[in-house]
């Protein structure tokens, strides 16, 4: 066995010190940023919704002050010390939508241990081999009978994971704050800002999921940044629809964002039009972030169009999947709100259409970087730099985008390139003006409505299913949510009978694979949405499997439009 491979790879000491320069990374950690936000806001509202309650249902309505998000923050991190955690510990977070995420998570960066932000849609496959890479020494989750026994099984594969339940005081471990005074904070307990506050999860492309590390430094500048220059002020009210730790709806400003400028958060369970236009009435809601199928359901739901003049919503942002521009300019008049494009990823770096942009730049570009020190190079197959308006591979360094996953040395290789630059797997363009345009993808991951699958990872867990012999899973379009996946299989052939053997039927086995892959603890988004068998796979003259040749020969024609 050779060396633990590196947890964190730190940017270059000269660039290091040219962003605590420019005044990027301010050396406060998170539990000194909320510290003086509730010095600042104190009796203002931080964060509204309903609670977690017994087994994982919604608990009663609470609005919290600043002041009393502080308190919580130190409550939970007090408890969480007197279950034995510490700093530097590594803590899974899966929680639903709720206030209390944001408690808790806040109380974990005060305690100094580092959450892995998994989504509440994550099951037991997802989850453990988080636990495994990482070592982790809990898992932080609601009383759902189905989060129960996720975190049963995450136990069993990893026994020191520790379980810790929100909402739920019947559970075995509860997780209750403690009073605020029980908590004594110590520069030693809480961790230090250039060091790992938390991980975020990469999309992927490979076998097993990727940890990102943010530290205190990077995320809080992307946070503060992205805040003043969407114009968060005490009045922005900020309705968390999205899965509430994801990047997104987190930072690009979110609800960290949000936090930062003194505004109010409102948890909604889900981007359902529905229940978020009952919210959005109720409190008064002025921004949302949503992904383009979640909006395709806005554009269409009676709650929103046409839309009221009363309404207080003002900003509509839409990020994470491409998005039409025909289906961009509906946003004004159907939903009586501006349209704010938002191109993001958890590994950084992220680009934003500024408020009062052109009309072609608002609805058919996907913004530009955050930061003048945000480097993009757009370049060919060969890391060659490309001109403007030519498709290229997205490359990028900045004051935010990591270096390296946690302890992934051969994948972050391929990952970085020797100058440090991450390769997002995006396809864009660049116009004169710096604005950037999505085109595809070069990477093997499919995006489902937001939600992103690593191929690979889906077609490694297919190959243990008896009847399966080769696997390939690809996207096909979608109207609603931009693709769809496909597991296209050649099946495994009995040896002793011969190559005559009928194919086995594909709508009979779609049932089988999707019902083995959910068996194995896989989030139902990753389940194939179609599966499909040939005999045998085509491709390529290296030998890979040819994923093109798949889609052109499943792909509806002509495109369906919504
Ligand atoms: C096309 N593709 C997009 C867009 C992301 C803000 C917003 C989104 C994310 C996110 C995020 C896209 N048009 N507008 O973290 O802070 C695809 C790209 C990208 C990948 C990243 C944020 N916005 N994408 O979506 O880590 O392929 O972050 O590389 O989940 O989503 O996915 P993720």
Redesign the pocket.
């Known amino acids: 066995e050779g060396p633990v491979p590196a947890e964190f790879t730190p940017w270059p000491p000269g660039l290091a010190r040219a962003y605590r320069a420019a005044g990027y990374w301010r050396g406060e950690p998170f539990s000194a940023w909320l510290r003086a936000l509730a010095g600042q806001f104190g009796s203002r509202t931080a964060l509204v919704g309903n609670a977690l309650g017994p087994g994982g249902q919604p608990g009663a309505w609470v609005t919290r002050t600043y002041a009393e998000l502080d308190a919580a923050a130190s409550g939970y991190a007090a408890a969480l010390a007197a279950r034995g955690l510490h700093a530097g510990d590594r803590v899974i977070l899966h929680l639903p939508n709720s206030p209390d995420v944001f408690e808790v998570l806040l109380g974990l960066l005060r305690l100094g241990a580092r959450p892995i932000l998994a989504l509440a849609a994550h099951r037991a496959a997802e989850l453990t081999a988080f636990a495994t890479q990482a070592q982790v020494r809990a898992l932080i989750t609601g009383g759902h009978p189905d989060a129960q026994r996720v975190a049963r099984a995450v136990q069993a594969a990893w026994p020191d994971t520790l379980v810790l339940t929100v909402g739920d005081p019947e559970a075995s471990l509860p997780l209750l704050a403690a009073d605020a005074a029980a908590w004594t904070e110590l520069p030693a307990r809480t961790g230090v800002a250039s060091d790992v506050a938390l991980y ?4 992927g492309s490979t076998g097993t999921p990727k940890l990102i590390p943010r530290t205190h430094d990077d995320y809080l500048y ?1 946070i503060r940044a992205s805040g003043e220059l969407c114009g968060l002020t005490p009045d922005t009210v900020f309705l968390a629809a999205l899965p509430a730790t ?3 709806t ?3 400003p ?1 609800a960290f964002g949000t936090l930062h400028a003194g505004g109010t958060v409102v948890t909604a369970p889900g981007p359902a039009p529905d229940v978020c236009a009952a919210l959005i009435e109720r409190c008064g809601v002025t921004h949302v ?1 949503l ?2 199928s979640a909006l395709l359901l806005w554009l269409r739901a009676p709650q929103f169009t046409p839309a009221r003049p009363e309404s207080t919503l003002r900003v509509v942002q ?6 039409a521009p025909d289906v961009a300019r509906q946003v004004p008049e159907r939903l009586g709100a501006a349209l704010q ?7 950084g770096l ?2 934003y259409v500024r408020s009062g942009s052109s009309d072609d730049v608002t609805y058919g570009t ?2 530009r970087p955050i930061s003048p020190h945000d480097e993009i190079l757009i370049v060919d197959d060969e890391d060659r730099p490309v001109p403007d308006g030519t498709p290229g591979h997205l490359l990028t360094r900045g004051p935010y985008t990591i270096r390296g996953y946690f302890r992934a040395p051969e994948h972050n290789a391929r990952a970085f390139t020797p100058d440090g630059y991450y390769r ?3 396809i864009v363009t660049r116009r004169p003006d710096g604005h950037l345009i ?1 085109q595809g ?1 070069h ?1 093997d ?1 499919i ?1 489902r409505g ?1 939600e ?1 699958i690593a191929a690979e990872e889906i077609e490694h867990a297919l190959l243990g299913h008896p009847r399966v012999f080769q696997a390939a899973l690809i996207g096909l379009p979608d109207p609603w949510l931009g693709e769809r996946t496909c597991a296209v299989v050649q099946p495994r052939v009995d040896p002793d009978q011969h190559a005559s053997q009928p194919l086995p039927d594909a709508r009979a086995l779609t049932l089988d694979l999707r019902r083995y892959l959910l068996e194995r603890g896989f989030a139902p988004f990753k389940l194939p949405d179609r599966v499909e068998v040939l005999p045998t796979l085509p491709r390529t003259p290296f030998g890979k499997l040819d994923k093109p040749a798949l889609r052109a020969r499943y792909a509806p024609t002509p495109a369906l439009s919504p």
Not at 200 to 203: A, I, K, N, V
């Open positions: 975020q999860l990469s999309g992307s994801h990047n997104f987190l930072t690009s979110g972030a992904v383009p839409v990020g994470g999947a491409p998005l494009q938002v191109f993001g990823m958890a590994e992220v680009n996907q913004g997002t797997g995006d999505v993808r990477k991951q995006n937001g992103k």
